[in-house]
Structures are given as structure tokens and as C-alpha cells.
């Protein structure tokens, strides 16, 4: 199979960076083709210009990579933290820039846009791993856990039809080393459960 992995983590000693290399190293194992996108280190640019905005706009080619790699994905892993309820900024750029009308989704004829679109993505599973210092049932009872939400429902339940999985890795700041050792194991099984070899 091949699958996407991207991760936007400003440290690449942070958890998070270790478990999307946990992710991705699971996924050579398996004999997968994994397509790996470190959002912060290649540097992307979040920001969405007008002149991007219209279904046919040319894109730059960065933009244009990072479609395809979304359109070619039979499996994607999300990877990043909690920061304010919201993912980083660069991975909200990251969705707003590729996935786009027509590549991503689209409305079906007579639709003027203000229908339930189409998902136009081959993947048929996602998982996106979170981290958190809010204890879950706190991230679920006052916030109702937006991450959830807006993975689950706004992005992948608009642009595909898949398997939706997510883990919220947390607390983090009160973790032990071999807690976190546990958490990335959880994370190869994961990969391996998920995305088995044919
Ligand atoms: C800008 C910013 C906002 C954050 N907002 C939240 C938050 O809303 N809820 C939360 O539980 N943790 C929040 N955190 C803490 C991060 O989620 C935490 O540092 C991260 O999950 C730890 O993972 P890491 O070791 O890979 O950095 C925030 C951290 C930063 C830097």
C-alpha cells in the first residue's frame, strides 16, 4: 500500500516526532510505500493566497506535490499536538492549501456550494495521533474534544469514505519514559493492525 504520513511538530525531539517516526518505520517494515511529510522542517508556507483559492488556479509546485501525494494515499496518518483545542497553524495550512475542491472533494452538479460535497480521496483508513497535557475526560467534558470533530467530521468525513481512528496521547508533561515507550509501541501495532500486508 501506499500511505501518507505527515507530522507538524516544531521539535524533532518531541514525542511527536517520535511517534510519527515510529509510524513511518512501521510502515517500511510492513514492505509499504510511505510518503513522508514534515511540515515544519520542509518549511511550509500555511498561508492560503487568493490567487489559490479558485478550483483551476495554478498551483506552485510544492502545493501541486502535495496534492498528488494526498490523491495517491490509501492510508493516512495524521500526527501532531493539542495546541489550543486546534492543530498547529502550519498543519491548518497545510489542509486549507491541499485539500483542495476538486482533487479532495467536490459538489455535484446544480450544488452551489452549499451542499454535502463529494470525497474524491482513495484513502479508505486514517488515524491521527494526538498529544495532550489534559487529562481525556477534561479534553472531552469542558472542550468536547474538537480534534476529534474536526478530523473525524470536517476533513476526512467530507473528503473520503474511511476508517476513521484516533489516539490522544496524554498527559504528556507528567509522562515517564517508559509510559512513552508503551505509547509508541501502541502506535507500530497500530500501523500493523491497520495496515496489514497483503
Ligand atoms: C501553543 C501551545 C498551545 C497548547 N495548547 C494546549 C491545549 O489547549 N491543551 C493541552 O492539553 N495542551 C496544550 N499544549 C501542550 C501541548 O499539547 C504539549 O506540549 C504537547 O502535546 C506535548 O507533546 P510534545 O512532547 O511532542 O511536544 C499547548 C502547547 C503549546 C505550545
Redesign the pocket.
Known amino acids: 500500500m501506499r500511505l501518507l504520513v505527515v507530522l507538524a511538530?516544531p521539535?524533532p525531539a518531541?514525542?511527536?516526532a517520535a511517534i510519527a517516526a515510529t509510524a513511518v518505520e512501521s510502515l517500511r517494515g510492513l514492505g509499504h510505500e510511505v510518503l513522508f511529510s514534515d511540515l515544519y522542517t520542509s518549511g511550509f508556507d500555511a498561508i492560503l493566497g487568493r490567487q489559490e483559492i479558485a478550483e483551476q488556479a495554478e498551483l506552485p509546485p510544492v502545493i501541486e506535490d502535495h496534492c498528488r501525494d494526498l490523491e495517491r494515499a490509501e492510508g493516512i496518518v495524521i500526527v501532531h499536538?493539542?495546541?489550543?483545542?486546534m492543530p498547529p497553524a502550519i498543519m491548518k495550512g497545510w489542509i486549507d492549501r491541499v485539500f483542495r475542491p476538486g482533487r479532495a472533494y467536490r459538489f455535484l452538479e446544480g450544488d452551489g456550494g452549499e451542499g454535502v460535497p463529494q470525497g474524491l480521496l482513495p484513502a479508505r483508513t486514517a488515524v491521527v495521533y494526538n498529544?495532550?497535557?489534559?487529562p481525556a475526560a477534561r479534553?472531552l467534558e469542558a472542550f468536547g474534544d474538537p480534534l476529534e470533530r474536526l478530523w473525524r467530521d470536517c476533513v476526512f468525513g467530507l473528503c473520503a469514505e474511511l476508517e476513521f481512528h484516533r489516539r490522544m496521547f496524554?498527559v504528556?508533561?507528567l509522562s515517564s519514559h517508559q509510559q512513552r515507550e508503551a505509547w509508541l509501541a501502541q502506535v507500530a501495532g497500530d500501523m500493523g493492525r491497520l495496515f496489514p500486508t497483503e
Do not use: A, L, V
Open positions: 511538530h521539535d518531541s514525542f511527536n499536538p493539542n495546541w489550543w483545542g498529544t495532550s497535557n489534559t479534553e496524554g504528556i508533561c
